[in-house]
């Protein structure tokens, strides 16, 4: 037989303990399985560290291709409207703080965006360039690990940076 102190206290932690919370900040999201795991591996203790150094977010997603909506919405707009629409969209969804990159291989597309906080003081434009700079040179050699790497290698240094300047 149960108390009845014991029945309102195993109620009162059932109640309160709630659904688990999500990691944050979020593991990279490849579907496109462009990554080998232990780039993976890698880069998510990366941008594990990046968070906690800088509380900044540094959110990557990569998908095989785009859903049949995306690609009537893509052909209504052109590629290079869509796809900064899409990484918008994604900041804002998922209430990113920092950096986003969508990758996508069908139609081959890369996007890195920030969200305005971001972009408007410790991650701008030319960090932007300089990152994706980081990425392409690897992957023109094939080096999709080395891309990845090397590109959070590259926000990291811009974060850094820009540190004192908030």
Request: charged share 30%.
């Amino acid at each position: 037989m149960l108390s009845r102190t014991f029945v309102p206290a195993a109620l009162f932690l059932a109640v309160s303990a709630g659904p688990a919370r999500a990691v944050y900040p979020p593991p990279v999201k490849d579907e496109a399985k462009v990554f080998s795991a232990g780039a993976l591996e890698k880069a998510n203790a990366k941008i594990r560290d990046i968070y906690k150094k800088y509380k900044k977010d540094v959110v990557i997603e990569t998908y095989e291709s785009l859903t049949a909506e995306q690609v009537k919405e893509m052909e209504k707009e052109t590629e290079k409207k869509f796809f900064p629409k899409l990484a918008l969209k994604r900041i804002d969804d998922l209430g990113v703080n920092g950096v986003y990159l969508v990758l996508v291989k069908k139609p081959r597309y890369l996007r890195m965006d920030m969200d305005l906080a971001t972009r408007t003081t410790v991650f701008k434009s030319a960090d932007r360039d300089k990152a994706l700079g980081k990425f392409f040179a690897s992957s023109k050699e094939g080096d999709l690990d080395g891309a990845l790497l090397g590109m959070l290698d590259a926000i990291e240094t811009s974060l850094k940076s820009h540190a004192g300047s908030k």
